[in-house]
């Protein structure tokens, strides 16, 4: 957790802030999207190496022996790693407000986006987790996917610095639209509409949690 929640997005943040322009849109992209690593991090990162466990142990077909639906399952898994990942949220949070000496204004309606890529986050975790054949699998993997996220699309960086093409993917990228939405929530400045964050949010849950219904091996069958 530390390395992973705590140390990685920490030394992102600082990095960005030691080579960003200064302004103050670069700053909250910044502060946004070092955040939203710790998140992913500790959601996705960690739901994945769970389930890939559960998996390699026999964890997986015992609870599948229950009379238990999949989905509390994934849910119950999600909620607590999204618990142990508020240290580094808050870690994050404090150094990049420190550093980059951010005005919060707390606008608690752009949770709601927020939760909804937390699930996505945590859906591809268990998809991943789920469907490889080892920890080390899982763990290279998602980490792969942590990266792609955050790369496509002004995750961290702002959009301004970015070509046209990768502004574009990040009007579908759930990560810079969780970045996006957090950004809102805590300085209340936004790139993205509300309606476009909520609307492709919802749709990209609803995706992914179908697919982890027909991906995920359960009872000995996948749906």
Same mark, same amino acid.
């Given at each position: 957790m530390v390395l992973t929640g705590m140390l990685t997005p920490t030394v992102t943040l600082l990095a960005f802030t030691t080579v960003s322009d200064g302004a103050e849109s670069t700053q909250l992209s910044v502060f946004a999207g070092a955040i939203t690593l710790?998140?992913?991090f500790e959601t996705q990162n960690k739901v994945a190496s769970n389930f890939s466990f &559960?998996?390699? =142990? !026999?964890?997986?077909? +015992?609870f599948g022996s229950l009379p238990l639906r999949r989905e509390a399952l994934i849910v119950g898994t999600a909620?607590? +790693?999204f618990l142990l990942a508020v240290p580094a949220v808050v870690v994050t949070t404090a150094v990049g407000w420190t550093m980059l000496d951010v005005t919060i204004s707390l606008q608690p309606l752009w949770l709601v986006? +927020?939760?909804?890529? @937390?699930?996505? +986050? =945590? !859906?591809? !975790?268990?998809i991943i987790g789920s469907m490889s054949s080892s920890i080390e699998q899982s763990s290279s993997i998602s980490l792969g996917a942590t990266v792609l996220l955050t790369s496509a699309g002004p995750v961290i960086i702002d959009p301004g610095r970015l070509p046209d093409w990768l502004n574009v993917v990040g009007y579908v990228n759930p990560a810079a639209l969780g970045s996006d939405s957090?950004?809102?929530a805590l300085t209340g400045t936004h790139v993205?509409?509300?309606?476009?964050? @909520? =609307? &492709?949010?919802?749709?990209?849950t609803i995706a992914v949690w179908l697919l982890v219904g027909f991906l995920m091996p359960w009872r000995g069958r996948r749906q």
């Open positions: 710790a998140v992913l &559960m998996r390699q =142990t !026999g964890a997986l077909d +015992f909620a607590a +790693f986006p +927020f939760v909804l890529a @937390i699930a996505v +986050f =945590t !859906g591809l !975790g268990a957090l950004r809102a993205y509409d509300g309606a476009w964050v @909520i =609307t &492709m949010l919802s749709v990209a």
